[in-house]
Each structure stands twice: as C-alpha cells, then as structure tokens.
C-alpha cells in the first residue's frame, strides 16, 4: 500500500493524476474518495507525523485533523500548484509542527524535555530511510546518506522541528549566514537527485 | 536577516519556501512574490518534490488500523435535513398552514368516515364469522353422532341382537340392537305403542343376577327410534336384551310390562 504512495509522492505521473481524479471526487462530495486517498498516502503521512511528533497518539490526532481538512478543502484544491502529494505533506506537516509548538510551549518537566532531547537529531546517527525501492526513492536516499552533517542537521531542525534559520543558527552556534548557505546546499542536491542528476 | 527583499534575497528563499521550511515576514514576502515572478514559480516548481521526499525519509510506520474507520466516521457528511424555509414570508407561511390546515380537515373528515364505513363491514363479518361457528358446531355435533353409532357397528366385538315385540301390549312392535360392550349399543325400534303421560320405555340387560339399565327411549310419533346409548362395559354377560314401560326418568329395576325381548346369546 505505501509503495504506491511513496511512487506518487516520487512524482511518478500515473499517481499524481490518479490523486487529482481522487480528489475530484472528493470535490463532488463523494466521500468513498476520502477512503482511497487515505489508503494510498496515509502511511507515508502517518510516518511524517511520528517522526515530528514521535508519539504514536499525537501522530494519530494529527492524522485525523490533516485528512478532515483535506476532505474540508478538497474544493479548493488547485490542481496547477502542485501535486496532490505536495499538499497533503504540507497540510500534515503543518499540523504536526503546530503540536509541537503546543507542546514547547508548555511549562516544561522533565519529561517534557527528555522529550525535546529526543526529538532533536543526533549529528552522528545516519538519516534512516527506509523508501521504496523505485529507481526515484533510491536516489533520494542516496543523496540523502550522502549529505555532509553540517548541511543534513540544519534540515531536520527545519523540516522536522519547524525551526526557523535563526533558531537553527543559534541551536548549532553557527552564524546564520552559513547556516542559510548549508541549507540551500543540501537542498539543491536533494532537488539535483530527483531530478535524476548527480549529487 | 532579510530586512529588504529583493528579488535575489526571495529566490535564495524560495527552496526553504518550498520545503516548508519559512515562516512569518519571510513566507508572506515569498508568496507575494512568486504571484509575480515566474522565474522564482519555475524555481519552486523544482524544489516542490524536495519536500515530499523528506517527508519519505522518515522511518516508515503503519498507521493503526483503526485509524481509517476513524478519519471516515469523523468526516462522514450528514444525512440530508429538510430545510427550513428561512427566505418564505411568514404570511406566507401563514397561508400555506391555513391551506395545509383545510387539507388535514377534509383528510381527517375522510378517514373518519371510512373508519365508520370499516367498522361496519368489521360486525356484519363478525356476525357471519359468529353463525358460520355456530354452523360448525352443529356440524362437528352431528358428525359426532353419526360417528358413534358407526363405531359401533364397526366394533370387532359387535353383537347383533333382535327383539320380537310381546303380545298382548306391542304384538306389531320390533327392533333391532348392536351392541359392544367397548364401544357402545344402537338400537333401531319400530311400531312401539304410544306413550302414556309420564311414562317411558327403558332397555334392559338381563343378565344374573339382576337386569342392567342400558339406557330410556323415546319414539317418534309413529312409533320408531334410532337411539345411540352408551353403555357400562363392566356388564355381566347378558342374555336377552329387553324393553319394558317404565315412570319417566327411568328406574334401577325393571318394573312395568315388557314389550320387546330378544335373545342375546
């Protein structure tokens, strides 16, 4: 079931329309859709939620909140901006960190930060990926493993934390501008290897 | 920082934009510009899928199977209501009850009369339902009186018996019996005498040590019978059957004239 999604979230071109005819329907009120867009993206979403919010409840919630919003929007859906895929990551993404938030912003135990120690990346652990096996997923995971940690760090804190650049610079008590530049860097071979050239 | 942006300070920002990865001032000046710069939307058309990748970088883990049920019971749309008519004018609505008032009126008008109509057709049914049971009974009766002298006639252990009539009181008269002792005696009788006021004729078995009653008769007004009597089947074995006059509602013993006799033996 996730192979399919990991294949349209890829970009593969059959997925991506078979995602905007979903979410047509969904358009039309037919709420059967829902059920066939949550079949094939749920477990890549619910694998993004968990490794924002690493508890499998708030994953759960935020699920709930990202497809009920979906099936809200689905009207306002506009096929040219982007992929179906693309919308769903942001939407579940965007719930994911705004939990996180909530939970930062309450006082803070020890718990709650063993919690933050957790969520933060360990620059000496590799990235785990775990793609499918097309052609696409193996060269985002190689360019991924390929990164240098100074570029793979600031990426985390920004995609998985929600952290802002000047956060992230004063997180790794480096100066924002190398951080800006280490992250364009690791960006635009991230972009270069899907786009299946060399990273 | 990014306190002025210019066209290349947004386009630097474009690929964070693209991952999600910018907030505040910065993401609002990025919007605004992609609207306008269709080099910096080439630029976040490329960067786009960078953002779903990462999503697929993370550890991949089966959501609970409950959660689909879940997601679908919680955004099933509701059942369609009837709408109430917020833009009718309330005179309108007024007269549309006046109308829908009348109409119920009429209707309730209706269906009282053919709850009467029903009511009616209801008793002559029970009335017939009544008599038809009634029909029945006596059907079932006499079936069961045409039954019994057939189950005695058709006893394994029948005995036909024939009675003479005695002179000098019934010389014309005669009958004829068949008796089991399991099931039964039918007893045929013709030309017996007219009954005098308060008098009856009574069958007897005559058997040792003293004859036992086997039941009244009662003739028509030309003098025959046709009578079904049951019978004690604890009888000593008789050895005549007869019929004598007797004060009516019958006697232990006989006591009047005999007026037929016949041998059972």
């Known amino acids: 079931m996730w192979l399919l999604a990991a294949l349209a979230a890829i970009g593969d071109a059959a997925g991506a329309e078979i995602d905007r005819m979903i979410v047509r329907r969904m358009a039309g009120g037919d709420h059967l859709a829902l059920g066939d867009l949550y079949d094939r993206h749920a477990h890549l979403l619910f694998s993004l939620a968990l490794r924002i919010l690493r508890e499998r409840s708030d994953a759960e919630d935020v699920l709930q909140e990202a497809f009920s919003q979906v099936w809200r929007q689905a009207k306002r859906f506009e096929e040219g901006r982007g992929t179906v895929v693309g919308w769903l990551v942001t939407v579940t993404r965007s719930r994911a960190l705004d939990r996180l938030r909530q939970r930062r912003a309450q006082p803070g135990g020890i718990e709650n930060f063993d919690r933050m120690a957790e969520a933060l990346p360990d620059p000496a652990r590799a990235l785990d990926v775990h793609l499918a096996t097309s052609e696409a997923a193996e060269r985002v995971r190689s360019a991924l493993a390929a990164l240098p940690d100074d570029q793979r760090v600031p990426l985390e804190l920004a995609y998985y934390e929600g952290l802002s650049q000047s956060e992230i610079a004063a997180k790794l008590q480096t100066p924002l501008g190398t951080i800006k530049t280490r992250m364009r860097q690791a960006l635009r071979r991230l972009r270069d290897a899907l786009e299946g050239g060399l990273s | ?265």
């Open chain 2, 1 to 265: 920082m990014t306190d002025v942006f210019d066209h290349d300070a947004l386009r630097e920002l474009v690929p964070l934009y693209g991952i999600g990865a910018l907030s505040g001032p910065e993401r609002k000046a990025v919007e605004a510009h992609l609207d306008t710069c269709a080099e910096c939307a080439a630029e976040l058309r490329a960067y786009a899928p960078v953002g779903v990748a990462l999503a697929q970088v993370a550890p991949q883990v089966d959501p609970p199977a409950t959660l689909r049920t879940a997601i679908l019971a919680a955004t099933r749309p509701a059942q369609p209501r009837a709408r109430t008519p917020t833009s009718v004018m309330p005179w309108l609505a007024a007269a549309a009850m006046l109308v829908i008032t009348a109409g119920l009126g009429f209707y309730v008008g209706t269906l009282q009369r053919r709850i009467q109509t029903l009511e009616g057709e209801l008793r002559a049914a029970l009335v017939r339902v009544e008599d038809s049971e009634r029909r029945v009974t006596v059907a079932l009766r006499a079936a069961a009186d045409a039954e019994a002298p057939l189950a005695v006639l058709t006893a394994p252990d029948v005995r036909r018996i024939d009675l003479a009539g005695q002179a000098p009181v019934a010389p014309a008269a005669s009958a004829r019996a068949f008796w089991s002792r399991s099931r039964g005696l039918v007893i045929t009788a013709a030309n017996l005498p007219p009954l005098p006021s308060g008098r009856i004729y009574q069958l007897w078995f005559v058997a040792a040590p003293a004859p036992v009653s086997a039941g009244l008769l009662t003739p028509d007004a030309n003098g025959s019978l046709t009578t079904t009597l049951s019978t004690p089947s604890n009888v000593p074995n008789p050895t005549a059957l007869a019929v004598t006059i007797e004060p009516e509602g019958g006697v232990r013993a006989p006591t009047g004239a005999m007026y037929l006799v016949g041998a059972a033996m």
